[in-house]
C-alpha cells in the first residue's frame, strides 16, 4: 500500500486532507478531540523526517460560506498543545494569503488552513477549487478515511494533480489493511456478526458478505424480518415487510453458498418499546400480538457465543438488542465480551459502524479487540463492496 513511509519526505510541503470535524460545545471548545488525536502519527513523521505540513479538513456542515462556528480557528490552541509546536493559520483556505502562508513555510512547520466546506465547490468536487488547493503544497496525502466514501475535490480531485506524489496517511493505511483483513483472504472460519435496527441498511453488506463468511450471525431489529419470512410470529417486533423477500433469497444464496447463517432462538419481549415495560422469555419464532423482541434470549447467546469462540476472523456490525436500554443490553454485552474472548485466543477482530463502537466502547472493551474502524460511512461502503473514490484516487 502507498502509505508516506515509501516516499521521500525532506523538503517537501505534504498537503494532508484530515478528518478534524470534531465536536465543539458553545465556547467552540473541543468536546472529544479523537480524530485529531489518530492524526498526529501522520503528521509527526512528516515534521520528523525535515517535511512540513499543511492541513485541511472540513468541520460541521455550513450552508453558504463561511460561519464562525464552523471555522477551525478554534481548534488552533488544542493543535498547538498536541503537536507541541506553534501552527500557522490561513483564515482562507485558497487565495492570497494562503499561498503567502504556504510559501513562507519552512520545514518542520505546519498551516492549517481555515473549512475547506466554507466554499461550495469543496462538495461539489470542482477541479478548479482542487487545482488551487494543490498549487499550495508538493505532495498530497489523504488520510481522512471518514470522508473517504466521497468524491469532494480534497478527498479525491485533487490527488490528479500530484500524479507521482500521493500517499495515504497512517489512519487511511491501518483503515484498509484490517478491513482488508476480513475481506482478502481471511483467517478461516470467518464470522460475520450483523446486527442493528433495520436490515434496509444493512442488505448490501449481507450481499457483499455472503460468498465470503463461513458464518453469518444475525441479531438486533433486523433479525425479525428474517425471522417472519421463514414463518415465523414475531408480534409488534421491528420489521420491514418490503424486504421479507430480500431476507428470503439471503437465507437461500446463504445456504447455496455453504455459508451457516445463524438467528435468534430465543428473544427478551418487552410489551412497550421501553425499559420500564414488562419483560418475559419468549420463542424467537412465536411472539404474541402485544410483544415486541427487544433482544436476543440466553440460548441465542450460546449459541453465538460458541460460534464466536471458534471463528479465527470476526468482523461485528450492529448491536443486538436496544442496548441503550439496560434491560435489553445483555446480548449484545455478551456478544462484545465474546468477540474480546475470541481475540484473546488469537483471532482477529474488527468492529465497524457506529452502534457497535458504541457499544464496544460502553462495555471498556476496545483494548481488547482487533481493530475499532472509525469511519462509519466509509467503513460500511467498504464492506459492502463499492469502490471508495478517496481511495481510488491515491491507488491509480
Ligand atoms: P443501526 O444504526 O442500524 O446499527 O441500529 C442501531 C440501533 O438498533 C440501536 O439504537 C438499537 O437500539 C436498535 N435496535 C437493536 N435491536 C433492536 C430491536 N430488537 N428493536 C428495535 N431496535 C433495535
Redesign the pocket.
Known sequence: MNTIDAFELKNKKVLIRVDFNVPLNEQFEITDPTRINAAVPTIQKILKEGGAVILMSHLGRPKEGPEEKFSLKHLLPYLEEKLNTKVHFADDCIGDSAIQLSSDLTNGEVLLLENLRFYKEETKGDVEFAKKLASLGDMYVNDAFGTAHRAHASTAIIAEFFPNDKAFGYIMGNELENINKILKEPQRPLTAIL????VS??IEIINNLIDKVDNLII??????TFIKALGGKIGG??VENELINTALEAIEKAKASNVNIYLPIDAIVANE?SNEAKTKLNSSYNIEDEW????IGPETIKKYEDVILNSSSILW????????MSN?EEGTKRIALAVAKATEKGAFSLIG????VAAINKYKLKDQVSYVSTGGGAMLEFIEGKELPGVTAVEK
Open positions: 446486527g442493528g435496527a433495520k441498511g444493512k441479531g438486533g431489529g433486523m433479525m425479525f417486533s421491528l418499546f415486541l423482541g427487544l433482544d456490525n450492529g448491536p443486538m438488542g436496544v442496548f441503550e435489553f459502524g457506529g452502534d457497535s
